[in-house]
């Protein structure tokens, strides 16, 4: 699958999704849960190369009054999305055969389909500066 980016058309290469709030037993997303998922889901993205955030959308969840102990409740998209792109041209360094990144973000339903406000941010996102080139 190829999916446009500002300055070129990258090929999908891998993607990974789960539940966003898989491991909320109990209690509701609030500002400091969502940033510890956020910031796991990119820790884990970077093992495999250069990462980039589409930062999620945040709603906010009424809540009652001191019920936000942990900070004020708000949830993000409930499919976290892990996606690995590929270009068969360099980033940026001319001595290496390709370039790849790892984009992270957070949509409504599973993919596929990408939904369309992601596909939209990625054609806004030039790849060079994320990219990380790399040799066979």
């Not at 906010?60 to 949830?75: L, R, V």
């Not at 409504?108 to 790849?127: C, K, N, V, Y």
Request: aromatic share 8%; hydrophobic share 45%; glycine share 4%.
């Amino acid at each position: 699958m190829d999916i446009a980016f500002a300055d070129r058309t990258v090929t999908l290469d891998r993607i990974d999704q789960s539940r966003t709030y898989s491991g909320l037993l109990e209690g509701i997303p609030n500002v400091r849960l969502n940033a510890q998922l956020i910031a796991e889901a990119i820790n884990n993205a970077a093992r495999s190369g250069a990462t980039l955030l589409i930062e999620p959308r945040r709603v906010p969840i009424p809540s009652s009054a001191g019920s936000e102990h942990f900070g004020p409740h708000e949830k993000i998209p409930r499919i976290c999305c892990t996606v690995s792109f590929l270009s068969t041209s360099v980033a940026r360094n001319q001595a290496m055969d390709a370039s790849a990144l790892t984009v992270v973000w957070f949509q409504d339903a599973w993919a596929l389909p990408i939904a369309p406000e992601i596909l939209t941010q990625l054609a806004a996102t030039t790849w060079a500066p994320h990219a990380q080139d790399f040799e066979y």
